[in-house]
């Protein structure tokens, strides 16, 4: 698949908050993720595109995503500014209990730009989610990042093997995975 344009396209950002960063998780990959979402939000607000935040409010009482621990808060290299809407949810898909369609489909928003965390959880299930309600949707491959996780079979896997396998079960099929630079060149 090629990128279409993108421009005007809602740039949906996931989970994007400081409970991510706690050392629990794990050894993550994409370590520059934040620096790729900045560049993708900068465009994005010069231009005045939409950017929508989803916040994910954990209903688990030991969770660090959990309202009233500072996990809930926004990383502040990519939290919302005035008139950004924000999202909450509290199940791994961001269209599940969140109104979130309506509000996409109310606005004539069509077109999808997603990145966040976790790539092979939260990310995984929203993009399938968009493709199968017929959004054109984009993952950028360097806007999102995972975790090292224990296979079935007990081997531990890296979190570039979670990451990679987790775009191949995605582009072609849900949306298209791309790059911050592919994306950026195109919106220019």
């Avoid at 290299?77 to 199940?91: D, M, N, R, S, Y």
């Avoid at 269209?95 to 965390?117: A, K």
């Amino acid at each position: 698949m090629q990128v279409t344009s993108t421009h005007g396209a809602v740039l949906l950002l996931i989970d994007l908050q400081r409970a991510i960063d706690h050392p629990d998780w794990g050894i993550r990959n994409n370590l520059s993720a934040e620096q790729e979402i900045c560049r993708l939000l900068t465009r994005w607000r010069a231009e005045k595109w939409p950017v929508w935040h989803v916040r994910h409010d954990s209903l688990e009482p030991a969770s660090h995503y959990r309202p009233g621990q500072p996990g809930n808060d926004f990383k502040p290299e990519v939290a919302p500014v005035p008139g950004e809407p924000i999202i909450p949810k509290h199940t791994n898909n961001a269209f599940i209990g969140t109104g979130l369609e309506d509000h996409l489909r109310g606005g004539g928003h069509t077109t999808l730009v997603v990145v966040g965390v976790i790539t092979n959880n939260s990310i995984e299930a929203t993009v399938r989610m968009a493709g199968n309600l017929g959004f054109d949707t984009y993952l950028v491959q360097d806007g999102c990042f995972t975790f090292n996780r224990m296979d079935w079979d007990g081997r531990m896997r890296s979190a570039e093997e979670v990451h990679a396998m987790s775009l191949a079960n995605l582009d072609g099929e849900y949306c298209t995975v791309v790059s911050a630079k592919e994306l950026l060149g195109d919106a220019e």
